[in-house]
């Protein structure tokens, strides 16, 4: 009773008491606002323990400053995921699908082709596959030294070393002691500032020659574009006794425009062992396809999906483990979509059922196309009647591989792999409807028979290779030289101190 008429009696010391709670209150938010900005500070300030130099190629200095990032990176290692058609196990693509050695006869990928797995495999992969061979010493071998420029931080180190030109030039052998770890944070990171720099000069090159600055493109931009340096369509074009790694987008980077480019130059990859078309073969043009596809146009980097953010112990940082976004959709679909993880996934296998249905059809259809050819040649067709054929099987396997390798096109880019595809299916029908007119005037009107490939190892055997010799030839590559290379290299790195700061 006594305290409440008090208080009826004072307003004055009411509102004084109600004033101070008030500035106390925001006095204390001040502190403990302060408090947690210092903390996040603390936490996110840089604090190097080593001295990470230019052209560092070794991951594992990276990772003394950088364990998160390189501890993610190197779970690429991990081959336990499979989804429907992708996933980073090793898979014998051959073994599943003996067409491709037609498809493929007379080029190094009718040897051998796994699918593709974690960055981690990328240099150790590159020696096993029997595309590269078995050279004996620095100057044998298939492959020009090019094929070392998509796997290796070692690659813009010893560019810079010796010229870009000098590295494309000479056998893949003489590069094996030099380029030894696998992709890695200088490919992507300049190591004083840690920002995303483009480390191959191939495709500042590419953007040069199209009158763009690459050194204007985007934050946002840039979060793909470092993967646009290897997941690309691209060339060996000859110049100077150099095998120069080339992006054909001078014209642009459809499939009409790199194909009107390669034409144009009469450039083929190799002559097709059955029909003797001049064929081309599609690298990978995951960057180009993905550009025509929604995500891209609405500004969705390949990083939002392939590297998507992580939390740990309250740090934020971003997940290197790049593989299959499906392994992880909670944390790459579900930041953008609100629907189930189901139904998420039955969204990308609807797209990749109905694009790998007629991509099969296309690559039936291919497959019998480069036969009657042959079956042609040998009724004694000529160059002249052959040609058009051959320059619409040309295009056709173009196409069929271009959706092929455009490992994920089917997903980021689901109706424009459609329409290559149909247009690709009407090439190769175009070819098959010339060859039946031609067989006929060359007096066979029957259907052409069909070799026996329904194994990896027939298909080898009917183009003629012989896959004992070659594999006995890689073991003793893989025992005899490599052991060399990697003594070789470790004399060199051991010879590099690490400082610590
Ligand atoms: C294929 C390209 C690529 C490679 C290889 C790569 N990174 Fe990154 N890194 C990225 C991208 C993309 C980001 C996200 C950049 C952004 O949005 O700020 C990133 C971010 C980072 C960051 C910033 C903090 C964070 O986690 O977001 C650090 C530090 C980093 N990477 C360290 C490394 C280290 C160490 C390695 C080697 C073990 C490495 N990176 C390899 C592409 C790469
Ligand atoms: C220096 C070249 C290079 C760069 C840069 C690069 N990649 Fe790769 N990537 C490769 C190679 C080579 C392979 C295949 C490795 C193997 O199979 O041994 C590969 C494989 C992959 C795979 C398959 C992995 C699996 O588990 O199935 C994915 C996904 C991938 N890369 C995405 C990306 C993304 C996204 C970026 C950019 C953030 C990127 N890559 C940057 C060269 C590169
Ligand atoms: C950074 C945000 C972001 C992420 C991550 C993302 N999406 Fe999207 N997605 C979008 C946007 C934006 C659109 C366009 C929709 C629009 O503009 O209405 C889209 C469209 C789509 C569509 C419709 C496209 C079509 O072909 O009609 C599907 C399906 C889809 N996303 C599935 C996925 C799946 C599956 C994943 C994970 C692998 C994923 N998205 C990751 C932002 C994202
Ligand atoms: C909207 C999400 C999204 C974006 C953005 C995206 N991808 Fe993908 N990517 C996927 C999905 C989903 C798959 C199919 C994975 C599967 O089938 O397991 C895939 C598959 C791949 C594969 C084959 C993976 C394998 O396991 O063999 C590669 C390589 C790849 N993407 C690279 C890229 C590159 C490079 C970019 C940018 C140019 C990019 N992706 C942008 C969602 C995305």
């Known amino acids: 009773m006594e305290s409440q008429n008090n208080k009826k009696k004072n307003p004055i010391l009411n509102w004084t008491l109600f004033i101070i709670t008030i500035v106390a209150v925001f006095i204390l938010g001040l502190i403990a606002s302060s408090i947690t900005k210092r903390k996040a500070e603390a936490n996110f300030a840089y604090k190097p323990s080593v001295k990470i130099n230019e052209y560092e190629p070794r991951n594992e200095v990276w990772g003394e400053n950088f364990p998160r990032e390189f ?46 797995r974690g960055h981690f495999y990328a240099v150790e992969d590159n020696r096993n596959t029997l595309r590269t061979g078995a050279p004996i010493d620095d100057n044998t071998g298939p492959m020009p030294t090019t094929c070392w420029t998509c796997k290796s931080p070692d690659v813009p180190r010893v560019m810079n070393e010796g010229g870009v030109k000098e590295f494309f030039t000479g056998k893949w052998a003489r590069l094996g002691k ?50 646009a340096q290897c997941h690309v369509e691209y060339y060996f074009k000859k110049t100077d006794g150099a095998a120069y790694l080339t992006f054909p987008w001078d014209k642009g980077y459809s499939v009409e425009a790199m194909e009107e480019y390669y034409d144009e130059a009469e450039f083929k990859d190799w002559t097709h062992a059955l029909s003797k078309a001049p064929m081309l073969k599609a ?63 039955k969204n990308v296998y609807d797209r990749q059922d109905a694009i790998i249905e007629n991509r099969d059809e296309l690559e039936r259809l291919i497959v019998k196309a480069h036969i009657e050819a042959k079956f042609a040649w040998n009724k004694g067709a000529t160059n002249e009647q052959m040609k058009e054929i051959l320059m ?10 271009y959706a092929a390798a455009s490992h994920g096109g089917s997903f980021h ?27 006929s005037d060359l007096g066979y009107n029957k259907e052409v028979p069909m070799p026996d490939i ?19 030839d890689k073991e003793n590559f893989l025992k005899t030289l490599v052991p060399e290379w990697d003594a070789e290299a470790k004399k060199r790195e051991d010879g590099w101190p690490i400082e610590k700061m």
């Open 71 to 116: 501890q993610s990176y190197y779970a690429t290692e991990d081959g336990s995921f499979s989804s429907k058609y992708n996933g980073n196990a090793m898979i014998d693509m051959l073994e599943v699908d003996p067409r491709l050695v037609i498809l493929w006869a007379g080029y190094g990928f009718s040897k051998d082709y796994n699918q593709g």
């Open 178 to 227: 030099e380029i030894v770890n696998p992709i890695g944070c200088t490919d992507c990171h300049d190591p004083e500032t840690m920002n995303l720099q483009i480390s191959r000069p191939t495709l500042i090159e590419a953007f040069e020659r199209q009158g763009k600055d690459i050194t204007k493109a985007s934050y946002q931009e840039m979060r793909s574009l470092v993967c």
């Open 283 to 345: 690298q990978h043009p995951g960057y180009e396809v993905f550009m025509t596809g929604i995500h891209a146009q609405r500004g969705v980097s390949c990083a939002d999906c392939h590297m998507p953010y992580k939390s740990e112990g309250g740090q934020k940082y971003t997940d290197h483990k790049i593989q299959s976004p499906l392994n992880n959709i909670a944390n790459t679909c579900q930041v953008c979509h609100r629907e189930s993880e189901n139904e998420l996934l």
């Open 392 to 401: 619409f099987i040309r295009h056709a396997q173009w196409r069929w591989d």
């Open 413 to 439: 880019s689901p109706v424009e792999i459609g329409r290559v595809i149909s247009t690709g299916i009407t090439r190769a029908q175009e070819s098959r409807i010339l060859l039946a007119r031609l067989l």
């Open 454 to 472: 329904s194994t990896k190892a027939k298909a080898q055997e009917y183009i003629g290779l012989n896959a004992e010799k070659m594999k006995a």
